[in-house]
């Protein structure tokens, strides 16, 4: 007869106990049965690494495990998951665990955006797995369905809202008459925020998501340096109030593409027709839409943030890597063959809307529409404001809203800059680019 003997345990690590760490350790304790019959071998969890283990803990949280000894942790795992954040020293325990023999689950964005290269690398030598779904939107299962269910078809085009914070805030600017900072304070409340909502708040954030899907869809490497990045600290109560009269709402925007000049990845505000699907993204939540050759157009839509939602997206990761420690095989390595040249942001294609104050005199507008057919960019609309009632500004001062059909950056720059030195031009009030028409 046989001997029948139990499964090993698997020993996991987790470095950092904040918003999501704290989930990942209820989940795992309050899942370990069907996580056990899941993997086929029960996960037991060796050690938490904290900064400060005196410091006052989720309940869920056995004090036991804490340690502030991170790199010993890593050293005696088999699978190591890091929700601490930042580069150092997330790179440097990432790696020993690597070199070590241990799979690893990240959720940080910031470090695969900055150098996931290395560690990519690493893992390749030593066989051990590097999973990330919790890096990009949280929740909502996206690095998997663009790095396997994807793998056989060609993506164009992603297009996503992919921070959390900035959909909240810019959502309660618009519903509420909420202000950028109360509405940032809020998030953080709700635990959407990062430890430095700058990083929210100025669409650094969205722009490593950005970086790390690019390389994905277009199996090429995309740095977060390589993104042309702008955030939502520009936007104000005026630009969200004149979006909604001129049938728009505004959103931050991650968009990827593969142009023939290579790839292209930016992060900026912009105008979405409110009929758009991407208009009815409404609090923290995230949506990604995917453009491909043979799928067509493919959209996910979930929360991108917060403690459990991202926990969910750790713990499938763990069973990913776990299961292949006791069945053998390894998730996909990089796939960096295409080695496309980062396209120049001048050369993106958008539309814009410009909102401009002018004198109220004849001959004005074919003056503005003038410098629009010198640059090639073509209108789409004008529509002047209604004059301001007695009192509410000045006399004479017509209220301009122009929308252009597509054009380069360069052309529609080139165009706002001569606006803006015709004499008969008083401000250019706002520059917003407009997406998803
Ligand atoms: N909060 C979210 O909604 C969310 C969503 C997706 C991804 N993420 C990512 O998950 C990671 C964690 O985010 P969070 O919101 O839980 O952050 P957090 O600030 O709440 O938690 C991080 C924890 O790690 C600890 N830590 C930092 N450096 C450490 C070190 N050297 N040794 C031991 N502990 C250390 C901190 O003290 C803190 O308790 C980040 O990479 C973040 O980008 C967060
Ligand atoms: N701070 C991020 C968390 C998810 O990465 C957000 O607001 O989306
Ligand atoms: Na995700």
């Keep these: 007869m046989v001997p029948v003997t139990a499964p090993t345990a698997l020993r996991v690590a987790l470095l950092g106990c904040g918003v999501v760490g704290t989930q990942v350790v209820r989940l795992l304790t309050e899942q370990s049965a069907d996580l056990a019959a899941r993997v086929g071998a029960p996960l037991e969890l060796v050690g938490v690494a904290v900064r400060d283990a005196s410091a006052p803990r989720d309940p869920a949280v056995d004090r036991a495990l804490l340690t502030e000894d991170a790199e010993g942790l890593v050293r005696r795992a088999d699978i190591v998951i890091e929700v601490m954040g930042g580069i150092e020293p997330a790179r440097s325990l990432l790696l020993s665990a690597v070199a070590a023999g241990a799979s690893v689950v990240t959720a940080n964005k910031a470090l695969l955006a900055e150098d996931g290269p290395t560690l990519y690398r690493a893992a390749d030598e030593a066989g051990v797995d590097v999973y990330y779904e919790a890096a990009v939107a949280g929740a909502i299962p996206i690095v998997r369905p663009v790095r396997e269910s994807l793998a056989g078809d060609r993506v164009r085009r992603v297009l996503g809202i992919l921070n959390g914070t900035t959909n909240y805030v810019l959502d309660q600017m618009t519903t509420n008459g909420l202000g950028l900072d109360d509405a940032v304070r809020q998030a953080q409340a709700l635990g959407y925020a990062e430890a430095d909502p700058t990083a929210d708040v100025e669409g650094f954030d969205a722009a490593a998501k950005a970086a790390i899907?690019?390389?994905?869809?277009?199996?090429?490497?995309?740095?977060?340096?390589?993104?042309?990045?702008?955030?939502?600290?520009?936007?104000?109560?005026?630009?969200?109030?004149?979006?909604?009269?001129?049938?728009?709402?505004?959103?931050?925007?991650?968009?990827?593409?593969?142009?023939?000049?290579?790839?292209?990845?930016?992060?900026?505000?912009?105008?979405?027709?409110?009929?758009?699907?991407?208009?009815?993204?409404?609090?923290?939540?995230?949506?990604?839409?995917?453009?491909?050759?043979?799928?067509?157009?493919?959209?996910?839509?979930?929360?991108?943030?917060?403690?459990?939602?991202?926990?969910?997206?750790?713990?499938?990761?763990?069973?990913?890597?776990?299961?292949?420690?006791?069945?053998?095989?390894?998730?996909?390595?990089?796939?960096?063959?295409a080695q496309l040249p980062i396209a120049s942001p001048q050369e993106a294609v958008t539309?814009?809307?410009?909102?401009?104050?002018?004198?109220?005199?004849?001959?004005?507008?074919?003056?503005?529409?003038?410098?629009?057919?010198?640059?090639?960019?073509?209108?789409?609309?004008?529509?002047?404001?209604?004059?301001?009632?007695?009192?509410?500004?000045?006399?004479g001062v017509a209220h301009l809203v122009i929308t252009t059909h597509d054009g380069t950056e360069t052309a529609l720059a080139a165009t706002v800059a001569a606006i803006e030195g015709l004499d008969a031009v008083q401000t250019v009030t706002s520059v917003l680019r407009v997406e998803g028409a």
């Design 213 to 337: 899907l690019a390389s994905l869809a277009f199996h090429t490497r995309v740095r977060i340096d390589d993104v042309s990045r702008e955030g939502i600290s520009s936007v104000t109560a005026d630009d969200v109030a004149w979006a909604a009269q001129t049938g728009h709402v505004i959103k931050l925007l991650a968009i990827c593409e593969v142009t023939d000049e290579g790839v292209s990845a930016r992060v900026h505000p912009a105008l979405v027709p409110s009929g758009h699907p991407l208009a009815t993204v409404r609090g923290a939540f995230n949506a990604v839409f995917v453009e491909a050759d043979a799928a067509g157009e493919l959209m996910f839509y979930g929360r991108g943030a917060g403690g459990a939602p991202t926990a969910s997206a750790v713990l499938g990761d763990v069973v990913s890597v776990a299961r292949h420690r006791v069945l053998g095989g390894k998730g996909p390595a990089e796939s960096h063959y």
């Design 351 to 395: 539309r814009y809307q410009i909102r401009l104050e002018v004198d109220d005199r004849p001959g004005v507008l074919a003056q503005v529409a003038q410098l629009f057919a010198e640059r090639g960019v073509s209108i789409e609309a004008v529509r002047q404001a209604p004059r301001p009632a007695a009192g509410d500004g000045p006399a």
